[in-house]
Antibody, heavy 117, light 105 residues
Framework: DVELLESGGGLVQPGASLRLSCAAS????????MTWVRQAPGRGLEWVSV????????FYAESVKGRFTISRDNSNSTLFLQMNTLRAEDTAIYYC??????????WGQGTLVTVSS | DIQMTQSPSTLSASVGDRVTIACRAS??????LAWYQQKSGVAPKLLIY???TLQSGVPPRFSGSGSGTEFTLTITSLQPDDFATYYC?????????FGGGTKVE
């Protein structure tokens, strides 16, 4: 069975950095594009970033471009999101998603990031 | 960037009702549109992709239609399990984008 387990969330101060991880299992990780989607408390869904299976191709939302970096370790089936210069508006649940909008679409349970002084 | 607009933002309905949710794209996205259902405190669940393709395991009372800039999600007979928030999402071009959501209550 597919499993996506996010970790690394927590409470940080504005300007700080945080690295999220998503441990994947149950499928051939290197064959799947992987996506981060976030949801601020009480708000809608926001697409954050995507990375292709090989790790070469990446895309970002304008709101995080230049501050966040998506990467992957295919040998350990792990997806990462390095978040720098965090702002209060980055406070959200961050979901790791396999195969967004495809028949293989699968979401993790999410990890909460809170940016507050 | 493509903006996605859903209407209404909130919809009051009863069990057995036919429910329709609209989604409009700021430019043509062909049929590169997905619909998600989200219940409180849980990750979203894919209902429909490519505009009208039902995800495996999703009941046939859900259907999607439209192309270009105008799309619709229809629930033919609302069931108790369907009270949730629904989002459309375009994947025609990056950055991908979601609609603001429609809460069915």
């Amino acid at each position: 069975d597919v499993e996506l387990l996010e970790s690394g969330g927590g409470l940080v101060q504005p300007g700080a950095s945080l690295r999220l991880s998503c441990a994947a299992s149950g499928f051939k990780f290197s064959d799947s594009a992987m996506t981060w989607v976030r949801q601020a408390p009480g708000r809608g869904l926001e697409w954050v970033s995507v990375i292709g299976g090989s790790g070469v191709n990446t895309f970002y939302a304008e709101s995080v471009k230049g501050r966040f970096t998506i990467s992957r370790d295919n040998s350990n089936s792990t997806l990462f999101l390095q978040m720098n210069t965090l702002r209060a508006e980055d406070t959200a649940i961050y979901y790791c998603v396999k195969g967004l909008n495809t028949a293989g679409d699968y979401w993790g349970q999410g990890t909460l990031v809170t940016v507050s002084s | 960037d493509i903006q996605m607009t859903q209407s209404p933002s909130t919809l009051s309905a009863s069990v057995g009702d036919r429910v329709t949710i609209a989604c409009r794209a700021s430019e043509s996205i062909a049929t590169w549109l997905a619909w998600y259902q989200q219940k409180s405190g849980v990750a979203p669940k894919l209902l429909i992709y490519k505009g009208s393709t039902l995800q495996s395991g999703v009941p046939p009372r859900f259907s999607g239609s439209g192309s270009g800039t105008e799309f619709t999600l229809t629930i033919t007979s609302l069931q108790p399990d369907d009270f949730a928030t629904y989002y459309c999402q375009q994947y025609n071009s990056y950055p991908l984008s979601f609609g603001g959501g429609t809460k069915v209550e």
